[in-house]
């Protein structure tokens, strides 16, 4: 469960205006790399956005950022709700701007946070809940069709059908959808969220019409459409709470684009929601990033592509220049690394306590010496639900933070 169940609106420190999104054309789907740059050591800093896989203080996208004296900007908060180091849970979609990445022997290279934004895609009820075998499959929050895979936190009471919910995640190819990180129930929210890809535009009406083409934002006066806000455009609506999918009334509208885009290091983690190419130029959305895939091999071959993507390279003037593309192995990407110190121990049931997480040991490699009363463990598992750690090792770390 979120912490802060009461949700209000601040208005994004990030809503500037946008040109406009790149539209699809047709071609196979593959990927490919070259070997230069890259998000390591040196340079002026890094950025990173994604979801949070560990904590200790918050590893994202293979970094581990210390963000005890980082600037946090929650979108879902206001003055009234101040953002907190204990709103990055794992499974939280950041975006990080911090110091160049140290590489170390062991374990994910570091770096230390100046800047850290946090923010949900869908805040609205569930709908047409298709279940799995062990869990959801799938769901629908105000139109947009939520996916769910092995390594999406879910809530430790699961999900039904009419319960309110706030949704994280990564965008899917076209931009009618997410497939979600993180998706918790929250009670009553003063507003409901949504992200997607403007599909039309009735300025004589006010009227927005979001992919998949049957959610319509009505946008009255006072509100105005941000500059070049057109067909393709990636948007983040404020909405009232409403189930009424054709006449859903905005209350903000904001451009939805990367926050950080000075020149640094930069490792980014997504699906592509966006693609042109013209003449050499190959450039796609990478979430809410734009990046300029020119100089990867093949790149013009990528439309199509639907899998989990990382992307290294450098900012230039706004555009994250791609130096290395691969694509991410999805079962890789559902391990949960913790550090810190353990609490209520119960050798019985083979359980602790770290990060306010039950971290469950039965099935895991324990280090020789671990006491569980050391100052740090260091622990490798997967979340099995919003409070809840399957170790797969347990071990002794000087590196707590």
Same mark, same amino acid.
């Given at each position: 469960?979120?912490?802060?169940?009461?949700l209000?609106?601040?208005?994004?420190?990030?809503?500037?205006?946008?040109?406009?999104?790149?539209?699809?054309?047709?071609?196979?789907?593959?990927?490919?790399?070259?070997?230069?740059?890259?998000?390591?050591?040196?340079?002026?800093?890094?950025?990173?956005?994604?979801?949070?896989?560990?904590?200790?203080?918050?590893i994202?996208?293979?970094?581990?950022?210390?963000?005890?004296?980082?600037?946090?900007?929650g979108?879902?908060?206001?003055?009234?709700?101040?953002?907190?180091?204990?709103?990055?849970?794992?499974?939280?979609?950041?975006?990080?701007?911090?110091?160049?990445?140290?590489a170390?022997?062991?374990?994910?290279?570091?770096?230390?946070?100046?800047?850290v934004?946090?923010?949900?895609?869908?805040?609205?009820?569930?709908?047409?809940?298709?279940?799995?075998?062990s869990?959801?499959?799938?769901?629908?929050?105000?139109?947009?069709?939520?996916?769910?895979?092995?390594?999406?936190?879910?809530p430790?009471?699961?999900?039904?059908?009419?319960?309110?919910?706030?949704?994280?995640?990564?965008?899917?190819?076209?931009?009618?959808?997410?497939?979600?990180?993180?998706?918790?129930?929250v009670?009553?929210?003063?507003?409901?969220?949504?992200?997607?890809?403007?599909?039309?535009?009735d300025?004589?009406?006010?009227?927005?019409?979001?992919?998949?083409?049957?959610?319509?934002?009505?946008?009255l006066?006072?509100?105005t459409?941000p500059?070049?806000?057109q067909?393709?455009?990636?948007?983040?609506?404020r909405?009232?709470?409403?189930?009424?999918?054709?006449?859903?009334?905005?209350?903000?509208?904001?451009?939805?684009?990367?926050?950080?885009?000075?020149?640094?290091?930069?490792?980014?983690?997504? #699906?592509?929601?966006?693609?042109?190419?013209?003449g050499?130029?190959?450039?796609?959305?990478?979430?809410?990033?734009?990046?300029?895939?020119?100089?990867?091999?093949?790149?013009?071959?990528l439309?199509?592509?639907?899998?989990?993507?990382?992307?290294?390279?450098?900012?230039?003037?706004?555009?994250?220049?791609?130096?290395?593309?691969?694509?991410?192995?999805?079962?890789?990407? #559902?391990?949960?690394?913790?550090?810190?110190?353990?609490?209520?121990?119960?050798?019985?049931?083979?359980?602790?306590t770290?990060?306010?997480?039950?971290?469950?040991y039965?099935?895991?490699?324990?280090?020789?010496?671990?006491?569980?009363?050391?100052p740090?463990?260091?622990?490798?598992?997967?979340a099995?639900?919003?409070?809840?750690?399957?170790a797969?090792?347990?071990?002794?770390?000087?590196?707590?933070?």
């Open positions: 469960m979120l912490r802060h169940l009461k209000v609106w601040a208005a994004p420190l990030w809503a500037i205006a946008l040109a406009g999104v790149l539209h699809g054309c047709g071609g196979g789907g593959q990927t490919a790399s070259n070997n230069t740059g890259g998000v390591g050591s040196g340079g002026t800093g890094s950025y990173t956005n994604g979801p949070i896989s560990g904590l200790g203080s918050i994202v996208n293979g970094v581990r950022y210390d963000v005890g004296s980082a600037t946090l900007l979108e879902d908060k206001d003055t009234g709700d101040l953002p907190s180091a204990d709103d990055l849970l794992v499974g939280v979609t950041v975006e990080v701007e911090g110091s160049a990445v140290t170390t022997a062991s374990g994910p290279g570091t770096a230390t946070a100046a800047q934004r946090y923010a949900s895609e869908l805040i609205g009820r569930v709908g047409s809940l298709v279940q799995g075998a869990r959801p499959a799938s769901f629908v929050v105000l139109g947009q069709t939520v996916t769910v895979n092995a390594s999406t936190v879910l430790d009471a699961g999900l039904s059908d009419g319960a309110d919910v706030v949704v994280h995640g990564l965008p899917v190819q076209g931009g009618a959808g997410v497939t979600a990180t993180r998706v918790d129930v009670s009553s929210p003063v507003f409901y969220k949504l992200s997607g890809v403007v599909d039309a535009i300025t004589a009406n006010r009227i927005i019409t979001l992919r998949p083409g049957n959610v319509r934002v009505r946008y006066l006072p509100l459409l500059a070049g806000v067909p393709g455009s990636l948007l983040r609506v909405l009232q709470p409403s189930v009424d999918l054709q006449n859903l009334r905005a209350t903000q509208l904001d451009v939805r684009q990367s926050f950080f885009t000075g020149e640094r290091e930069v490792r980014l983690e997504g #699906r592509l929601s966006g693609y042109s190419v013209t050499t130029t190959v450039r796609a959305y990478l979430g809410t990033t734009l990046v300029d895939l020119s100089a990867i091999p093949g790149a013009a071959t439309s199509n592509q639907t899998g989990l993507l990382e992307v290294k390279g450098r900012f230039q003037n706004g555009v994250l220049v791609a130096t290395e593309l691969e694509e991410e192995d999805e079962a890789r990407t #559902r391990e949960t690394e913790l550090y810190g110190a353990p609490s209520l121990h119960n050798p019985g049931n083979k359980t602790f770290l990060r306010g997480l039950t971290i469950d039965r099935t895991a490699a324990v280090g020789a010496n671990v006491t569980f009363n050391e740090c463990l260091k622990v490798k598992g997967e099995v639900s919003a409070s809840q750690v399957r797969a090792s347990v071990q002794r770390d000087s590196g707590c933070r």
